[in-house]
C-alpha cells in the first residue's frame, strides 16, 4: 500500500496526518509525525512537504518527508534527560531499522525504513547520508 500526500508542514495537519495514516502501524505514524514536526521546527510553520509511506523490496515500510531545504540536515543529538524536546530523531532512530537523508539541488528527503510487525531487526549502521 502507497500513500503520498502533499501539504503545508504546520501543527495542525499532524493529527490530519495521523488520522490519514491510521491503516498503517503506531511506529509509521510516530516516524511521520517526528519528521515532520522536525520541519515545522527547523524549517518554518507552512513549509511545504510530500510525505510518503510506501513498501519496500525487503519487507519493510518506507517513510519519507521531502522539503524543499537541501541544506538543513537532520543531525542525530543526544537529548538531556531534562530537555522537553530534540528527542524526535532519537526515536526514529530506535524504532527504525535504517534512517537517512536524500539530497537533491533544490530539496532534501529524510526517510526511515520499519520492519514489518514479527520481522528481525537487522543489524549493522543505522544512518545512511546519500
Known amino acids: 500500500m502507497t500513500f503520498e500526500l ?14 490519514h495514516l491510521r491503516a498503517h502501524d503506531f511506529e509509521v505514524g510516530l516516524c511521520v509525525t517526528e519528521l515532520l ?17 510506501t513498501g519496500t ?5 518506507r517513510v519519507e518527508v521531502t522539503d524543499p ?11 538531556a534527560d531534562t530537555a522537553e524536546s530534540g528527542r524526535g530523531l532519537t526515536l526514529v532512530d530506535h524504532l527504525s531499522q535504517r ?12 526517510w526511515c525504513e520499519l520492519a514489518e510487525p514479527g ?10 547520508h546519500l
Open 6 to 19: 502533499n501539504l503545508l508542514a504546520t501543527p495542525q495537519a499532524v493529527p490530519e496526518l495521523r488520522h
Open 37 to 53: 514536526t522536525n520541519v515545522i521546527d527547523h524549517l518554518g510553520h507552512g513549509t511545504p512537504v510530500t510525505v510518503r509511506v
Open 57 to 61: 523490496a525487503h519487507g519493510h515500510t
Open 69 to 79: 531545504d537541501p541544506r538543513a540536515l537532520p543531525i542525530l543529538l543526544p537529548a
Open 99 to 110: 534512517w537517512g537523508v536524500d539530497q537533491g539541488a533544490d530539496r532534501k528527503t529524510v
Open 119 to 128: 520481522q528481525p531487526d537487522i543489524s549493522g549502521s543505522k544512518i545512511s
